[in-house]
């Protein structure tokens, strides 16, 4: 773990800026306010300085000032100036604000740059090496849920570039249990930041691609990708994305709902953290419906595949990050696998009948006497022509369609769902899709 300094921090350079990364909580013998805290010093920190407290992975902590009161060096014991590792520092009065594993002392001026490196070490050195890839009650309790990706994303970062094939099977297993603490913790979050794609109106998929032999583009799986309130503001994305809070509710389910949402409705395979490198898939993060033995009348109406492609192929029309021909190909490849999953949907029909709506069959397929009364939705096109509005679940059709209206389902080539059709149609035009040809 020595090794990871410089490797955080780069080259030891002189510099007059002090900053110390708190990697544990020590006990204190004396019958006071004061904190005594263990961690590693980057220029030259003296008994009376006043340093500036801050936590980067809080939501809502601020920045606050405390005096340092003594110092201790490993090999020196006390003395009245410190630099280097395994130093201990006693803050006046320390305990009246939010110190924790990851909290920074630092001096005036340290560039964000600085106390990021500081932050980042602090943490992956109390988890690697002090704690032995544990994280005790009191860390689940005080970690935010930025601190906890933070330990994950350079826990992994670490074990790409530093771990030997001797302890690498070691350190993966405590980079899975860290996952897990993630999702744990995403659950009882006040709010969680979503990326969201301007052109459909939706959480934006995001994929990481590996390129075949054939120089083909092998997509991954499509993800979800959330980010920490702490990092909202420093976020910046191109202007085909923008971040869309998803508050939890008092009852704390909002999260869980969107995850529901965007996993069974959206067809979402995953979700990730800030980036790719933190991902959890779908199966890890809820439990899909038991529909075995379900008659097919009975089940849930949801085409998770269908709408995955739809969303797909208009994210990729809009993209700047993809070539014409890595666009053409993908586009192809969502546009194939669209094909295949109209054959087997079941869609949501907006209709109003005079009378009592006929039962469906075992199929959850309706279909009415020739006296009834009835009139199908209809919805004008761009090019002034009309088609019938279709929706993949019962969610986007209440978005839509409310008093008067019911929802009847059937297949695409069910007798009322003529030529041409609209897939989804709402709000956001472009995430339903206009077919011509319902075969």
């Not at 030891?12 to 900053?19: I, Q």
Request: proline fraction near 4%; charge should be negative; glycine fraction near 8%.
């Amino acid at each position: 773990m020595m090794g990871l300094f410089d490797f955080l921090f780069g080259k030891k350079k002189e510099n007059t800026t002090v900053f110390f990364g708190v990697e544990e909580i020590l006990p204190n013998s004396n019958d006071t306010e004061d904190l005594v805290v263990l961690g590693s010093v980057r220029g030259t920190i003296h008994v009376g300085d006043e340093v500036i407290i801050t936590n980067l992975g809080s939501d809502n902590d601020k920045p606050a000032k405390a005096v340092i009161s003594a110092l201790e060096d490993a090999n020196k014991g006390q003395v009245k100036k410190a630099s280097g590792e395994n130093i201990v520092i006693t803050i006046k009065d320390g305990k009246k604000h939010n110190v924790y594993k990851g909290t920074v002392l630092h001096s005036e001026g340290v560039s964000e740059a600085k106390l990021r490196a500081a932050y980042l070490y602090a943490i992956i050195n109390a988890f690697l090496f002090w704690q032995d890839g544990i994280l005790t009650d009191e860390d689940r309790r005080r970690f935010s849920i930025a601190d906890l990706i933070e330990i994950w994303r350079q826990s992994i970062r670490f074990c790409d570039t530093q771990a030997t094939e001797k302890n690498y099977a070691y350190y993966l297993e405590k980079i899975i249990l860290l996952m897990e603490q993630v999702r744990a913790k995403l659950l009882t979050l006040d709010e969680i930041y979503v990326v969201y794609s301007v052109k459909t109106g939706e959480p934006c998929l995001f994929m990481s691609s590996t390129r075949n032999q054939d120089g083909s583009l092998e997509p991954s799986e499509l993800r979800v990708r959330l980010i920490p309130a702490v990092y909202k503001d420093s976020m910046t994305y191109p202007e085909e994305f923008e971040l869309r809070r998803v508050e939890n509710g008092p009852n704390k389910d909002g999260i869980s709902n969107f995850l529901n949402e965007v996993i069974f409705l959206n067809g979402a395979e995953g979700i990730e953290f800030i980036s790719e490198v933190t991902s959890i898939s779908a199966k890890a993060l809820v439990k899909a419906p038991d529909l075995e033995g379900m008659r097919e009348v009975d089940k849930p109406i949801m085409n998770p595949e269908l709408v995955r492609c739809l969303l797909m192929i208009v994210q990729l029309g809009d993209t700047t990050t993809l070539g014409k021909a890595d666009r053409d190909f993908l586009s192809n490849l969502y546009l194939n696998r669209l094909t295949e999953a109209l054959k087997t949907a079941r869609f949501i029909v907006p209709i109003k009948v005079e009378g009592e709506l006929p039962k469906p069959n075992e199929n959850g397929e309706t279909s009415f006497a020739e006296d009834v009364k009835y009139e199908v939705a209809m919805k004008e096109l761009k090019d002034n022509k009309k088609a019938v509005p279709i929706f993949t679940d019962w969610k986007r059709f209440n978005d839509e369609y409310g008093e008067g209206w019911r929802g009847l389902l059937q297949p695409l080539g069910g007798p009322l769902i003529p030529h041409p059709v609209l897939i989804n149609g709402t709000l956001y035009f472009e995430t339903g899709n206009e077919t011509k040809d319902s075969e």
